[in-house]
């Protein structure tokens, strides 16, 4: 059912810390307790408008025998099945960057149609594959354990009952309340309510998905956050090269992963660009890539270098057309435990020459920070123990948050030093200017404040730093850091200008000065409104109120054109 896009949810959804008690189903009604407070209920515009803040769209994808896949969009159409034999039913995740519209779903003609205009975006697609058919569920939002969680519902019914029941099940997502941050939301879906709880502690972000059936059986089922993936699980076949893997992601290096399934192509990719975390990776990545993309030719190209980008692929094909990749990994099974010391040494591309080839790291890349055994002393033990994979998964998320921070916390320190202070701030001046980032300056502050003083590693940091300064990763995180700090000074200028007495100042204005002073308040307010400047809490009504007074000093015939809301 396609539809039109909405904003995604807020990265950190604050909840109390606890832990997650699950009753008996006899004690926890459909409904949910009466102490939990459900979000409001807002008025319903359209149909389909709560369908679209979940998602975009849903999609079936059948292959004819004769034409091939069968969908309006071509790239959903390859995207939509494996790109490599198998026989398995699949559920994966990927994401489609091309700009196209979509106006068929389940057979049925759609009066609304989605579009994406002719932006480049990125949305996020969860696929299951069944005989000659996909189920394609399209959001913006990079929530895919979620919809992995609702297409493991929805996908067996579907390809059983057919049109009928996925009509019904979108019925039901479009009676869903939006998402919420800090709120468990009630998802009623087909005769099964998801209550979806989010629960933050110091280490993890854990979203449950408590299953409530009408039959009053209960299962719960609990999954590391909306979006992330099982990290253990996706590096496990390469777990001895984690740390060189963050460097990789780190710097925004050409990567290729080489997988046997969509499945294990699409997770991994996801498990690198989080393995940065909090540090949002900026380069573009490409969960599941086929030989159909239209990037394809200039990806296979030797006449130039790889672009800054994270390839998954599955097609056996790619094994020599990519051979030229300076990074390429290999995910395949570890079917012994004799074979992890086959592992450890980084292989030479010339080495890879098939799908087939051994898993590992296959590079010249040679890292900056020294191997940190500890990490893959304790992962091995926990191979040993059997210990379970998300205790795993903690174990190394956790690893990668520190490290993370330790780089990134020297940089923040160093942007901060950036702002003008707050002394320098006059209400009857622009606000200051940040003064700009010169690297050899910051270079000189790491000697006492680097990540030496909370990360154990040695090795050449500042080699790594002078890397990731020339980094898209770096620019993403600059420009946004620069955004927010930008605002930070229009807030703190705004609400200088609210302590002032706009009253006494007018009284040396002339009346033409006056009605610019109004409309220069007027243009302040509008923006920050729509900016969301982090101003104090009265800081707008008082603005507003200060606006109100200047102009009941002026003529009627002012006072008019004044009050007049802006045209459009």
């Known amino acids: 059912m396609a539809s039109q896009g909405s904003e995604g949810l807020e990265e950190q959804l604050e909840e109390p810390e606890d832990t997650l008690r699950v009753s008996p189903a006899e004690e926890m009604p ?29 999609c079936v994808v059948g292959f004819d025998l004769e034409l091939g896949q069968a969908v309006e969009k071509t790239s959903i159409c390859y995207l939509s099945f494996p790109d490599s034999n198998s026989g398995k039913l699949h559920s994966f995740t990927m994401d489609f960057h091309d700009s196209f519209y979509l106006v068929c779903c389940f057979g049925l003609y759609l009066e609304r149609i989605f579009e994406l205009h002719d932006i480049s975006l990125t949305v996020y697609a969860c696929v299951c594959v069944s005989l000659l058919q996909s189920l394609v569920l399209i959001s913006k939002l990079p929530y895919v354990t979620f919809f992995h969680s609702l297409l493991k519902l929805i996908a067996p019914e579907y390809f059983e009952k057919q049109e009928p029941f996925l009509e019904a099940a979108c019925n039901d997502i479009d009676r869903w309340p939006t998402p919420c941050p800090g709120k468990i939301l009630t998802l009623p879906i087909m005769g099964v309510v998801m209550k979806v709880i989010r629960i933050t502690s110091v280490c993890s972000h854990v979203m449950s ?11 719960s089922i609990v999954l590391p956050t909306v979006h992330e993936v099982d990290l253990f699980r996706c590096f496990h076949p390469v777990f001895f090269h984690i740390q060189m893997l963050w460097e990789l992601v780190l710097l925004s290096e ?19 660009v989080s393995c940065i975390s909090p540090l949002r990776y900026c380069s573009d990545f490409r969960p599941y890539f086929t030989i159909h993309d239209s990037e394809f030719k200039e990806y296979t190209t030797r006449t130039q270098a790889p672009p800054s980008v994270i390839l998954g692929v599955t097609n056996p094909f790619f094994a020599k057309t990519l051979q030229h990749w300076p990074h390429i990994i290999r995910i395949g099974d570890m079917k012994q435990a004799g074979e992890m010391a086959k592992q450890m040494k980084v292989k030479k591309l010339k080495n890879l020459k098939t799908l087939d080839s051994k898993p590992g790291v296959y590079t010249a890349y040679k890292p ?44 923040e320190r160093y942007v901060a030093s950036l702002m003008p202070l707050q002394k320098s701030i006059s209400p009857w001046k622009s606000p200051p200017q940040l003064r700009p980032f010169n690297q050899e300056e910051f270079m000189k502050t790491l000697e006492k404040a680097g990540p030496q003083l909370t990360s154990r590693l040695k090795g050449d940091w500042i080699g790594l730093y002078r890397q990731f300064l020339r980094s898209p990763n ?23 200008l609210c302590e002032e ?50 102009i ?12 007049k809301p802006p045209s459009p």
Not at 209 to 219: A, G, T
Not at 254 to 272: G, H, R, W, Y
Not at 504 to 519: A, G, N, P
């Open 209 to 219: 998905l408590i299953f409530h059936s009408q039959s009053d059986s209960l299962v």
């Open 474 to 496: 770096f620019d993403g995180w600059f420009r946004n850091r620069r955004k927010e700090m930008m605002q930070k000074l229009e807030a703190l200028h705004l609400e200088a």
């Open 30 to 58: 459909v409904e949910g307790p009466p102490a939990l407070e459900e979000p409001e209920q807002e008025p319903l515009l359209l149909p389909w408008d709560r369908f679209s803040s979940w998602l975009h769209c849903i």
């Open 254 to 272: 050409a990567l290729v992963v080489m997988a046997p399934s969509p499945a294990e192509s699409s997770d991994t990719v996801l498990a690198l």
């Open 501 to 550: 007495d706009l009253q006494l100042r007018i009284q040396k204005h002339t009346e033409v000065e006056t009605v610019d002073l109004v409309l220069k308040l007027k243009e302040k307010l509008t923006q920050a409104e729509k900016d969301q400047l982090p101003v104090k809490p009265g800081t707008l009504p008082k603005l507003q109120a200060h606006i109100e007074s200047i």
């Open 552 to 563: 009941l000093t002026l003529p009627e015939d002012l006072q008019g054109i004044l009050h």
């Open 368 to 411: 900056f920070l020294n191997k940190d055994e500890d990490i893959i002393k304790q992962l091995q033990k926990g191979v040993q123990q059997k210990r379970p994979s998300a205790a795993q998964n903690a174990i190394l998320r956790r690893y990668f948050l520190e490290l993370t921070q330790s780089f990134i916390i020297p940089l």
